[in-house]
T-cell receptor
């Protein structure tokens, strides 16, 4: 079985401040982890992924995520938030040997000027 | 093409009507996925194709849902005798391979409203 939890429905930060969007996962075996962003009336856009290797992965638009195996977490981070980062963020996991990605319920990020 | 294309973008169906949703994946992508996204929720897996073979249909909610990809490219998701609970955004995604750490690229989705 594979599942993802995003414990926060909503995250609010001020522009220029660091942001964190949390994600925890549960899989049998090795996980492949993904972050996607969804803007209004748009499809999901891929941000970054963890496959293996360095626990800190860097992606699009200055986002990065840290894989923590002991805490089964894959939190999304950005050192300095922009108003344009305001969107819906989804964490997803695919277990090794499986086809489907399981998504979390999403976290709405609002960055205020 | 440049991205995954889905049509129509919006569909209103009367309860009991059949609908067909189309997905044009990125050229050359072997794997194709369908997801259902209810309002305020994350996408839920419906089915997976590798070329023309439907390898996983475990997420299809009932036998009213049917998907095909006859030539390994364009895919159609068909819903028969639509019900109000079928109202959702249907997302199609493709990737050059389906398993492992390969990311999927999503279309804009088809918003289905059953009235």
């Amino acid at each position: 079985a594979q599942s993802v939890a995003q414990p926060e429905d909503q995250v609010n930060v001020a522009e220029g401040n660091p942001l964190t969007v949390k994600c925890t996962y549960s899989v049998s075996g090795n996980p492949y982890l993904f972050w996607y962003v969804q803007y209004p009336n748009r499809g999901l856009q891929f941000l970054l992924k963890y496959i293996t290797g360095d626990n800190l992965v860097k992606g699009s638009y200055g986002f990065e995520a840290e894989f923590n195996k002991s805490q089964t977490s894959f939190h999304l981070k950005k050192p300095s938030a922009l108003v344009s980062d305001s969107a819906l963020y989804f964490c997803a996991v695919r277990a090794e040997g499986f086809n489907d990605m399981r998504f979390g319920a999403g976290t709405r990020l609002t960055v205020k000027p | 093409g440049a991205g995954v294309s889905q049509s129509p973008r919006y569909k209103v169906a009367k309860r009991g009507q059949d609908v067909a949703l189309r997905c044009d994946p990125i050229s050359g992508h072997v794997s194709l996925f369908w997801y259902q996204q209810a309002l305020g929720q994350g996408p839920e897996f419906l089915t997976y194709f590798q070329n023309e073979a439907q390898l996983d249909k475990s997420g299809l909610p009932s036998d009213r849902f049917f998907a095909e990809r006859p030539e390994g490219s364009v895919s159609t998701l068909k819903i028969q005798r639509t019900q109000q609970e079928d109202s959702a955004v249907y997302l199609c995604a493709s990737s050059y391979r389906g398993q492992g750490g390969t990311e999927a690229f999503f279309g804009q989705g088809t918003r289905l409203t059953v009235v």
